[in-house]
């Protein structure tokens, strides 16, 4: 089945602790994207991959790395979380980054303390 | 940057109603989307019209675009109560063909 899968589902943490969310979609997709979502603002891009080895900055990349080793794969690294990256993240990946149709995973939702 | 403006914000209607929902848009585009968010979940693609199209039709969806209005809509037909969710229009600046999404109207299906 095509899908975007992401890991954990949930995750409450404490600032400054480390973390890892994992993307990986089995399309064989090109472009992977992160967004974060939060009540008001809507989803708000944090970075996106146009293919491996190739990243860039969204409109709130702030307190985030990511890195596109592997096709299939984009994790978002928090180095340093802090309470205001509470929030609800979703992957989405995409044939190409060209506006096309775009796959969202289920979403993570964290929370940092 | 916000680029879609979803009106109405929030939308309650009775089964078997149909629904509008409208986007309103600022720079050029190729293609604008819609897609739906059932609460807490990932967003799920429903149709894509390209700028160069006015009307598209998909099962009970239909949507239009008048780019001369920077404007779109999306009607649902014959809603179900399993159509409650919220509904995000996404645009494509063309330059790059980054999506960017709008707020989003809430919809209710009051069986």
């Known amino acids: 089945e095509a899908q975007v899968t992401q890991n954990p589902r949930y995750l409450i943490t404490v600032t400054g602790k480390k973390l890892t969310v994992t993307c990986s979609q089995n399309m064989n997709h090109e472009y992977m994207s992160w967004y974060r979502q939060d009540p008001g603002l809507g989803l708000r891009q944090i970075y996106y991959s146009m293919n491996v080895e190739v990243t860039d900055k969204g409109d709130v990349p702030e307190g985030y790395k990511v890195s596109r080793k592997e096709k299939r794969n984009f994790p978002l690294i928090l180095e340093s979380p802090s309470p205001n990256q509470t929030s609800l993240y979703f992957c989405a990946s995409s044939l190409s980054g060209r506006g096309g149709e775009q796959f969202f995973g289920p979403g993570t939702r964290l929370t940092v303390l | 940057s916000q680029q879609g403006e979803e009106d109405p914000q929030a939308l309650s209607i009775q089964e078997g109603e149909n629904a509008t929902m409208n986007c309103s848009y600022k720079?050029?585009?190729?293609?604008l989307q819609w897609y739906r968010q059932n609460s807490g979940r990932g967003l799920v693609h429903l149709i894509l019209?390209?700028?160069?199209?006015r009307e598209k039709h998909s099962g009970r969806l239909r949507v239009t675009l008048d780019t001369s209005k920077k404007s779109s809509s999306l009607l649902i037909t014959a809603s179900r109560a399993a159509d409650t969710a919220s509904y995000f229009c996404a645009t494509d600046e063309s330059n790059t063909g980054k999506l960017i999404f709008g707020q989003g109207t809430t919809l209710q299906v009051k069986p």
């Open positions: 019209i390209r700028s160069n199209e």
């Open positions: 720079t050029s585009i190729n293609n």
